[in-house]
């Protein structure tokens, strides 16, 4: 009887490690951008803006390059979303931009209305180019495309341009549209509080800094989260009775700027919380 011979050790090794070594096919391109896409939101959550833009942009150009336009415009819009977290605002713009072309190209007027209201809100932050003419055409998409919250962001973002009583109306349109969502009742809330406190309404004014503190950070709209914040602890400052609420405003001021990466601010407002000056 012949005795049957058992593979060596090794020869079993080679074996496993060639299966191993066996390449895997290469995912389509819509089916990397959706990685890409997926990968990016995961670096969003961990705090990594510059990260999760790379990303985006990426799923971005490997949707355009599969002709998946939808795709494409949202990895556009993520990624100029991210760039802002970043503090580029000129980068953020093209971003966007592109993404309002690939969401016009895919037949979706509402993500190209959201698309142009990012690049409205990177020209205010940069300081550069015309605001209102892509509100404008944001507010006409949202409409078409039917989207009542990006409809009333363009209000919001119009009324903060226009004279007072044409930015109360605008206001008003925004609160009828979608003024119980968070990422709406934020920047309504926080600019008729600016509004309120150009005329003179000093306790309208303070109530409506705290007002969009809770939606914004909701939002996680970081930007005027911080702006709402310091705006209350100044007026906090301004109430010999309110102390105790001023510093625990500008501590939490502090927090959120430490997370922009805006350290300065971050230590004035802990100067501020203090008992010091915050400027």
């Not at 404008?136 to 039917?146: M, N, P, S």
């Not at 969502?181 to 004014?205: F, T």
């Not at 939490?252 to 203090?274: C, K, N, P, S």
Request: with cysteine.
């Amino acid at each position: 009887m012949t005795r049957r011979r058992l593979p060596s050790a090794a020869a079993l090794a080679l074996a496993a490690l060639a299966g191993c070594s066996h390449p895997e096919p290469r995912p389509g391109g819509e089916q990397l951008a959706l990685r890409q896409r997926s990968a990016g939101v995961t670096a969003t959550r961990y705090d990594d803006p510059k990260t999760a833009a790379s990303l985006y942009g990426r799923a971005a150009r490997n949707a355009a390059a599969v002709d998946r336009p939808r795709l494409a415009a949202d990895a556009a819009c993520r990624e100029g979303v991210a760039l802002l977290a970043a503090r580029e605002p000129r980068r953020a713009e093209r971003a966007f931009a592109e993404a309002a072309t690939l969401a016009r190209d895919a037949g979706d007027p509402g993500l190209a209305a959201r698309a142009l209201l990012g690049v409205a809100r990177a020209r205010r932050i940069s300081g550069e180019g015309d605001a209102a003419g892509p509100l404008r055409e944001a507010l006409a998409l949202a409409r078409e495309g039917k989207d009542p919250t990006a409809e009333a962001l363009a209000h919001v973002g119009l009324g903060a341009l226009a004279p007072p009583a044409e930015a109360r109306e605008r206001y008003a349109a925004a609160e009828r549209l979608a003024g119980d969502a968070p990422e709406v009742a934020g920047p309504l809330r926080l600019n008729r509080a600016r509004l309120d406190e150009r005329e003179g309404r000093v306790a309208e004014a303070r109530a409506g800094y705290r007002a969009a503190i809770a939606p914004l950070s909701t939002a996680d709209d970081r930007l005027g989260l911080l702006a709402a914040l310091r705006a209350a602890a100044r007026h906090a400052d301004a109430d010999p009775t309110s102390a105790a609420e001023a510093a625990d405003l500008h501590r939490r001021a502090a927090l959120v700027a430490d997370g922009l990466g805006r350290a300065e601010i971050a230590a004035a407002e802990r100067r501020a919380a203090d008992g010091g000056p915050s400027r």
